[in-house]
């Protein structure tokens, strides 16, 4: 864990400044698409590489705004502004017999020597050589079981440890907040114990509870007495105890504990780009497989990464995830629900 954190504050200057240099490079691109149900890339190159529900969750992909080796996650619809990140999801594969994991968002690019490693994307699963991240795929639109789909693969280069993996990312009509996300290793990686597709930016919603059958468990509760500037260990809850809906489809929440974050009052010197506003909103995971050995982790933060500023209400969640053992073809779905917390919980335990 040393070799992380000291990575994190290597990239630190890079995160904080990544954003100003490429604000006006990525406007220029094309921009997106948006038709009747989806948002795709433009076919008039270089284009904005942006998939997702028109009016729902949209995925995005460097050279947009924020730092490589990151999935971004726009929620538009809870008054966030375009290309307003809501959350990242990073890639974080760990190999057989290893418990330290790669970290998309903090190795160095075997490509181009620049932190963060490459993603680029594809209409197939057969897209092994890089492209230019401003050429995106557009996407493939079909009817699965006679519901609309929108997929997209997302490849990284290799990781240090060997790793090689990739995501098939797949959008559904009646599911406006939500993206599936299936993981593979490829026939070159290293065998994996683990494929982590990890959100990794809870703190700027300021997640502080987690939903579980047997009760609501706070991040305060979890670290009371931590107050430095790093990550605390994980915390980790066996699936046994995820919010289950009426098929036993089994759900790990994590949502705010403050009534209106934007009434938030922030220390001096904290960074504009940390302070919520929009609408308060619930985040999970669940898989569309069942695995006894699958767990959430959640870990946390006092102070806002890359910074001294404390995080307003103390300590919050920062990575959210849900970890089980590889197979491929495992199939994870991220949503961002814009009910609160208790009205998300009754409707999926009251949905058919």
């Known amino acids: 864990m040393k ?24 406007e220029k691109l094309t921009p997106p698409h948006t038709g009747r149900l989806w948002v795709q890339p433009s076919q008039e190159m270089p284009a904005q590489p942006v998939w997702g529900h028109a009016k729902g969750l ?10 490589r080796g990151l999935l971004r996650i726009y929620t538009s619809y809870l008054g966030h502004k375009k290309m307003e990140v809501m959350n990242f999801i990073a890639f974080e594969p760990v190999i057989k017999g290893d418990k330290h994991r790669g970290l998309s968002e903090l190795e160095m690019s075997q490509l181009d020597n620049k932190r963060g490693k490459r993603f680029w994307s594809a209409n197939d699963s ?24 929108l997929t997209v693969y997302i490849y990284s280069e290799p990781f240090e440890n060997g790793a090689i993996v ?7 009509e009646n599911q406006p907040y939500e993206v599936e996300i299936t993981t593979y290793a490829a026939a070159r990686s ?4 683990h494929f982590i597709v990890t959100a990794t930016m809870g703190n700027y919603a300021r997640l502080r509870n987690v939903y579980l059958e047997t009760g609501t468990t706070f991040s305060g509760a979890l670290w009371p007495q931590y107050k430095e500037d790093g990550f605390t260990p994980h915390a980790h809850f066996p699936v046994s105890d995820f919010i289950k809906d009426r098929r036993g489809q089994t759900y790990f929440i ?14 001096t010197g904290t960074n504009n780009h940390w302070k919520y506003y929009g609408a308060k909103a619930t985040q999970y995971w669940y898989s569309r497989h069942s695995k006894d050995k ?6 946390g933060r006092y102070t806002y990464w890359a910074s001294q500023s404390p995080i307003p209400g103390g300590i919050a969640f920062e990575n959210f995830e849900l970890k089980e053992p590889f197979m491929q073809g495992s199939t994870f779905v991220f949503g961002i629900s814009p009910l ?11 949905s058919k």
Do not use: H
Not at 5 to 26: D, G, K, N, P, R
Not at 255 to 262: F, I, Q
Not at 294 to 299: A, K, P
């Open 3 to 26: 070799n992380f954190y000291a990575a994190f504050i290597s990239c630190m200057f890079l995160l904080l400044t990544y954003t100003a240099v490429t604000a006006q490079e990525w």
């Open 58 to 67: 949209q995925i995005g992909l460097a050279p947009l705004p924020g730092p």
């Open 126 to 149: 057969l897209s092994t050589t890089p492209v230019p991240e401003n050429t995106p795929a557009t996407g493939i639109v079909e009817k699965i079981a006679g519901v609309e789909t």
């Open 166 to 172: 990739y995501t098939r990312l797949r959008f559904y």
């Open 190 to 193: 290293k065998a994996l114990d």
């Open 254 to 267: 994590a949502a705010p504990d403050e009534k209106n974050p934007t009434d938030a009052v922030y220390a």
């Open 294 to 299: 699958r767990e959430g982790l959640v870990n």
């Open 340 to 350: 609160a917390a208790d009205k998300f919980i009754k409707k999926i335990k009251n």
